[in-house]
């Protein structure tokens, strides 16, 4: 048992260094070289790795899920699909939640279709029939807009859309006037230039890590 407490104690103060290593400067050799060659610190490492993964998996607000692929990024998303409301609204309730509305990109764009997809149904399945006028509400905002810049999208955390992007539409038809992006629920959830005005639109909030 000691000799366990000691490998504990060892292996804790290597991956101290190593924490510690990694920020010095990296032309300076160690002065103690890092080798983990015994069973019971690789198990400490990892469980370390565990603990790290389970922190951050927990770390999404309620009723948010995590969005962490290898690509496309790490964060936290709720669709709202029983609120309909105008994209101004839609933002505020992201904001008061800690986030805003959604900013998509390449890599996880097609997720986001396929999810909306199945919010919206289990939605209506849910509360369709004690709201009648709610199905009617079938898009989701995203953070997208060009006011100002017609034609030329941005999400809110600056990444554009070019306008003959894939996630649009096709054909894609741009109107001045009309000036956010939504996720267009009739086809496919790809996106549409749309009325901010419109009380037609569920929020899809994000929350960055
Ligand atoms: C690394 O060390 C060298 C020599 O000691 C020094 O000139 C250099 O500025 C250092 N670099 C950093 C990033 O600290
Ligand atoms: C979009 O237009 C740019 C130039 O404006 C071009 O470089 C790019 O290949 C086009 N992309 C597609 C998908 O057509
Ligand atoms: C969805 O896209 C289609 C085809 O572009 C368009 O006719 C329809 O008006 C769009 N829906 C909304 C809510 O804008
Ligand atoms: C959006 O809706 C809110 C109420 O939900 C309203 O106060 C606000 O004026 C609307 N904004 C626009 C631009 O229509």
């Not at 309620?62 to 690509?71: E, F, T």
Request: with cysteine.
């Amino acid at each position: 048992m000691a000799l366990r407490g000691a490998l504990i104690v060892w292996s804790t103060f290597c991956i101290v260094r190593m924490i510690r290593s990694s920020d010095a400067n990296v032309s300076k050799p160690l002065k103690y070289p890092i080798k983990i060659a015994s069973k019971s610190a690789l198990q400490l490492l990892n469980l370390i790795i565990q603990v790290d993964k389970r922190l951050k998996t927990i770390a999404c607000p309620q009723d948010y899920n995590l969005y962490a692929k290898d690509s496309g990024g790490r964060f936290c998303y709720r669709f709202v699909p029983e609120f309909c409301r105008n994209q101004s609204a839609a933002q505020k309730y992201c904001h008061n939640q800690g986030g805003n509305l959604i900013s998509l990109n390449d890599l996880n764009f097609d997720f986001f279709r396929r999810r909306a997809a199945e919010e919206r149904s289990y939605s209506i399945q849910q509360i369709g029939t004690r709201s009648p006028t709610l199905p009617a509400c079938s898009n989701f905002w995203t953070s997208a807009s060009d006011y100002g810049r017609e034609t030329l999208f941005r999400f809110i955390n600056g990444h554009e859309i070019a306008p003959n992007s894939t996630v649009w539409t096709d054909p894609v038809v741009f109107n001045t006037g009309k000036n956010c992006a939504i996720m267009n629920a009739s086809k496919q959830y790809l996106l549409t230039d749309f009325n901010c005005a419109l009380a037609l639109a569920s929020p899809l909030c994000q929350i960055f890590l």
